[in-house]
């Protein structure tokens, strides 16, 4: 009889140690998606970033030759905000070297990371460009990334985004060659609200 009361409270046990650890499990689980939601809700940058929203005219000017004036060309972007307002997303048109250009960008800003992150495509080159970087203020986002240029080789890049106002933002481009060169400025947007 003895042995049957043991072999009853050993068996308590085990029930009671494996209620408490599903229960820990569990609750380690409520706090793991917990974790989750709040670094995939969209906050104070995304909203800022939506307020890039709506149709702009664009003015561009392209260095080839960093001692040379630039080449300058117009076209128009498109704005919007996706995935439930956690991502910016650019489509661009205009003409670059006597050619029709097309592009699209996607923004976002990294909760966990403190971090915003572009990529870009165009209907010009193979790459996917991916930028990284932060604010130094609300209006200032500036981005590092790298790149191979097919003239000039492997290249760091970095980008400057300026909002000026609801109605104007500059997007600027540096790059960086091999082999101690200086930074150059290869690209200035100028963006004005359409609607």
């Known amino acids: 009889m003895q042995f049957m009361w043991t072999i009853l409270g050993i068996s308590g046990l085990l029930l009671s140690t494996s209620m408490a650890m599903a229960d820990e499990q569990k609750s380690d689980m409520n706090m793991m998606m917990e974790k989750f939601e709040k670094a995939g809700a969209p906050g104070e940058q995304h909203k800022h970033m939506a307020k890039l929203e709506g149709k702009w005219d664009t003015k561009t000017k392209s260095w ?6 630039p080449m300058e060309t117009t076209g128009s972007c498109e704005y919007h905000m996706f995935m439930d307002g956690r991502f910016l997303k650019q489509q661009c048109k205009g003409e670059m070297m006597g050619k029709q250009f097309e592009g699209m960008g996607i923004t976002g800003y990294d909760n966990t990371s403190k971090k915003y992150t572009s990529t870009w495509v165009d209907n010009m080159a ?9 604010a130094g203020d609300a209006n200032t986002i500036t981005q590092q990334g790298e790149y191979t240029c097919p003239m000039r080789g492997h290249m760091k890049l970095r980008s400057v985004l300026k909002i000026i106002d609801d109605n104007t933002h500059i997007f600027e481009m540096y790059g960086t060659g091999e082999k101690g060169s200086q930074e150059a400025k290869m690209m200035e947007i100028t963006y004005s609200r359409k609607s």
């Open 126 to 134: 193979t790459t996917l460009h991916v930028m990284e970087g932060t």
């Open 64 to 69: 080839i030759e960093p001692d040379k004036p």
